[in-house]
Each structure stands twice: as C-alpha cells, then as structure tokens.
C-alpha cells in the first residue's frame, strides 16, 4: 500500500511537472516568436534554456523529496509495529513467569504445611503409641510377638514419615540455613558412582530469609537431579561465594554435555521452573557446555532482592 501511494504521488508530481513544462514551452514559444521577429534568427535566448532547466530540477526535486519522505514513513511505520510485537512478547513473558512463580510458591507452601503436619502431628501419634506400648509391656511385664511387630512397624512408619517431611523441607534448612543444608545436600548425594565437592567462601552459620533460602536449596536439588540422571558425570563441584552484593552458586561436573543450541529440547529438565523462581529475584541463569567436556552453570542473585 505505501509504495502504491508513492507511485501515486510521483505521477501527480510529473504530471504538474508537464504542465509547468508545457507552461513554460508555451512562453518559450512567445519569447521565441519574438525573437525571431526581431533579429530574425532561428535560436533561442541562453536566459529561456536556463529557465526552464531550472524548472526540471525543481520538479524532479520535490519527486526525489516525496520519495525519500515515503521511505521514511514506511520505515518509521515498520520500527513502531516491531516495538510493539516485541512490547507484546515481553507483556506475554511476564504473565508466563508469574504463573510459573506463583504454582511454585503454593507448591512450596504445600510442602511446609505438609511437612508440618506430618512432623508435629502424625509423628507425634507414632511416638505417643509406641510409648504407650513400651508402658504396657512393662507395667504387665510381658511380651508378644504381635507387640514386637507393632513397635517395629511404628518405629518403620516413624522413621519413613521423618524422611518423607525432611524430603519436603529440609529440616538442617530451617534450622542450620543454606550454605550448612547444600553442604549436606552434596554429603547425601555422593555415591559410588558420583562425587559431589562443595565450596564456599560465605560462613556456614550465614543466614537470609527463609523464602530465598528454599528457593534456593530447591533450585540446586533440581540441578543436582539433572546431574545425577543426564550427565553421566563422575564428579560434580558446587562453590557459593557472595561477590559485589550479588549471592553467586557455580556448579560444575564432568559428565558428557551437550550442544547450547539444543538447550531448548532440555527444557523438561525443569530449567523453565528455574528461571523462573531466579527471574523472580530478578537474577542470572547461565549454561556453558560442550559435547564430551562437561557442563557448567552460574547462577547470580542480587542480594538486596
């Protein structure tokens, strides 16, 4: 459509360029009537050829004009309309990573209630039973086989139930912080198959406030998940450091990698989950790998979050 204007517009401009060319033929006709009636010679005035040279400038340089205004506008009008894809896309992004955030914090404040619950409350129950077993047992000076097996099926349910509410949320989380519960974390996850290192320049008694702690926390199980299940690693390396005012996680192993720019088939590894909670703390989430070298990611929050 625009460039149908511009063809338009230039036909109009040379069609009033004719006109004024055929206005000034006409004078030039007259002028030259003249002349030749006065010095009856065949040529024309060198002031007429100049004239009208002038005028063919004049019109071919307002054509020359509109023509460069049309590009312009055409491209001033393409800048606008990619501003606002973009402005839509960023608008869609947003809306994304708040759902995201917000399914992670009541997943997350699921887990605590249900930890709670299960800790302060069917534990309890546990105990209280088997206590009043043991009561029992030795008031009536008896035993049983059956009483056996029931204190050892509580004392079973008692421990699975501790685990599972530790699994929910970490109790050396609540109780010792971060940098103490990932320092435990990479104890728990070493095996004969993998060895987890852990570093870090921050003391260990360290604290920050309990919902970046989790998220936190959470954020390095699920990498070390990922670790553990794709990377064939042997070794894996986590350093925590705090450097201009940023909380800074590296974690390193030396499994197979993978190509960068197939990062977007690996997306079900929960790293949409992930940058989404550091996006939140208006953070950095980097990956460096290389196929058969490993893989390497860094994680930077601010700390004034």
Same mark, same amino acid.
Request: charge should be positive.
């Given at each position: @459509?625009?460039?149908?204007?511009?063809?338009? $517009?230039?036909? !109009?401009?040379?069609?009033?360029?004719?006109?004024?060319?055929?206005?000034?033929?006409?004078? *030039?006709?007259?002028?030259?009537?003249?002349?030749?009636?006065?010095?009856?010679?065949?040529?024309?005035?060198?002031? $007429?050829?100049?004239?009208?040279?002038?005028?063919?400038?004049?019109?071919?340089?307002?054509?020359?004009?509109?023509?460069?205004?049309?590009?312009?506008?055409? !491209?001033?009008?393409?800048?606008?309309? /990619?501003?606002?894809?973009?402005?839509?896309?960023?608008?869609?992004?947003? =809306?994304?990573?708040?759902?995201?955030?917000?399914?992670? #914090?009541?997943?997350?404040?699921?887990?605590?209630?249900?930890?709670?619950?299960? %800790?302060?409350?069917?534990?309890?129950?546990?105990?209280?039973?088997?206590?009043?077993?043991?009561?029992? +047992?030795?008031?009536?000076?008896?035993? *049983?086989?059956?009483?056996?097996?029931?204190? @050892?099926?509580?004392?079973?349910?008692?421990?699975?139930?501790?685990? @599972?509410? %530790? #699994?929910?949320? &970490? +109790?050396?989380?609540?109780? !010792?912080?971060?940098?103490?519960?990932?320092?435990?974390?990479?104890?728990?996850?070493?095996?004969?198959?993998?060895?987890?290192?852990?570093? *870090?320049?921050?003391?260990?008694?360290?604290?920050?406030?309990?919902?970046?702690? @989790?998220?936190?926390?959470?954020?390095?199980?699920?990498?070390?998940?990922?670790?553990?299940? %794709? *990377? #064939?690693?042997?070794?894996?390396?986590?350093?925590?450091?705090?450097?201009?005012? %940023?909380?800074? =996680?590296?974690?390193?192993?030396?499994?197979?990698? !993978?190509?960068?720019?197939?990062?977007?088939?690996?997306?079900?590894?929960? /790293?949409?989950?992930?940058?989404?909670?550091?996006?939140?703390?208006?953070?950095?989430?980097?990956?460096?790998?290389?196929?058969?070298?490993?893989? +390497?990611?860094?994680?930077?929050? &601010?700390?004034?979050?």
């Amino acid at each position: @459509m625009v460039f149908i204007r511009i063809f338009i $517009v230039t036909l !109009f401009f040379i069609s009033n360029g004719n006109k004024v060319y055929g206005q000034q033929n006409v004078l *030039s006709k007259k002028t030259n009537t003249e002349l030749q009636n006065a010095s009856d010679k065949n040529t024309v005035s060198p002031q $007429v050829k100049l004239e009208q040279l002038r005028n063919k400038k004049v019109v071919s340089l307002f054509i020359v004009l509109i023509i460069i205004l049309s590009l312009l506008f055409y !491209f001033v009008y393409q800048n606008n309309k /990619l501003k606002q894809k973009i402005r839509r896309k960023d608008i869609k992004q947003k =809306i994304l990573l708040n759902v995201i955030n917000a399914g992670i #914090d009541s997943q997350e404040n699921e887990q605590k209630k249900i930890a709670s619950f299960l %800790h302060d409350n069917i534990n309890s129950l546990l105990t209280s039973a088997s206590l009043h077993l043991n009561v029992y +047992t030795a008031k009536h000076n008896t035993t *049983s086989e059956e009483i056996s097996k029931s204190k @050892m099926i509580l004392a079973e349910a008692h421990d699975l139930l501790r685990d @599972m509410s %530790h #699994d929910l949320v &970490p +109790t050396l989380l609540v109780r !010792f912080g971060l940098i103490y519960a990932l320092e435990d974390l990479c104890e728990k996850n070493t095996t004969s198959n993998i060895r987890f290192e852990f570093s *870090s320049s921050i003391p260990t008694e360290k604290r920050y406030s309990e919902k970046f702690e @989790m998220k936190l926390y959470f954020i390095v199980t699920e990498l070390f998940n990922n670790i553990i299940k %794709h *990377s #064939d690693a042997q070794k894996a390396q986590i350093s925590l450091q705090e450097k201009n005012e %940023h909380f800074i =996680i590296i974690i390193h192993d030396n499994g197979k990698g !993978f190509k960068t720019l197939k990062l977007n088939q690996i997306e079900g590894f929960g /790293l949409n989950r992930i940058r989404a909670r550091i996006k939140k703390y208006k953070g950095s989430f980097s990956i460096t790998s290389k196929e058969n070298n490993g893989t +390497t990611i860094k994680i930077q929050i &601010p700390l004034s979050h």
